[in-house]
């Protein structure tokens, strides 16, 4: 019998990749809507209670959630307080309106509007004191509410300087220099107006506050 040709064996497809499940860290993932509704009621206690009423206990309870919650995300009171400001802050924009003029007044009457609020003058008024007595509180002040809102006058530069209005930054540390004493100049005026004289921030106010600001005296120079 003439020999049979034997036929290669067929091999079996690789079987195919199994993904292996995510890995899921240590401890219950962190809700969003749980921290909103801590800094919501952060802000609703200081409306009502103000700084020395605020206890970490009441805030819980508003929020909804356990205290060991809330202590995880916020260890102290004063970093709370910080954060539940900052979240307002936050809001602040610094949009095109044609012209650096329009610009700044947008951001005042906006950053004006948040300090009339309750919270926010008690917030802000407990900060700056118990600020003066603790370094650590005043870099996150910095770190959380200053730097984030310097960031709008980086914005409104760049916007001038792209509209022709301004001319091109030459040396960055010079220019960090004016972005620092132009932020520092509006919030620290509206701010004194606001929180220390007690008066309005108007319309007629601030459009009156930004052409001195930007036309700084001009008949001085004459």
Not at 147 to 166: C, T
Request: proline share 8%.
């Amino acid at each position: 019998m003439a020999p049979t040709t034997r036929q290669p064996a067929e091999h079996p497809d690789p079987p195919a990749a199994v993904t292996p499940p995510p890995t899921r860290g240590k401890g219950r993932p962190r809700s969003a809507a749980a921290d909103q509704a801590i800094l919501d009621a952060t802000r609703e206690a200081l409306a009502e209670l103000g700084w020395g009423g605020l206890t970490m206990g009441d805030v819980a309870q508003r929020a909804g959630v356990a205290k060991t919650t809330l202590y995880r995300r916020w260890p102290s009171k004063s970093e709370l307080v910080v954060d539940a400001i900052a979240s307002l802050f936050d809001q602040l924009e610094c949009a095109d309106r044609g012209s650096l003029q329009a610009d700044i007044e947008a951001v005042v009457a906006r950053f004006a509007e948040l300090l009339t609020r309750p919270e926010t003058q008690a917030a802000l008024l407990a900060l700056f004191a118990e600020g003066s007595r603790d370094v650590q509180l005043r870099h996150r002040i910095r770190e959380r509410i200053v730097q984030p809102q310097k960031v709008l006058v980086q914005l409104g530069r760049a916007n001038a300087q792209a509209r022709g209005e301004m001319d091109p930054d030459r040396d960055p540390a010079t220019a960090d220099e004016e972005i620092d004493i132009i932020f520092d100049t509006i919030a620290g005026t509206v701010e004194h107006r606001l929180l220390v004289s007690g008066e309005p921030v108007t319309p007629d106010w601030i459009h009156r506050f930004t052409t001195l600001l930007l036309n700084p005296f001009p008949g001085l120079l004459r």
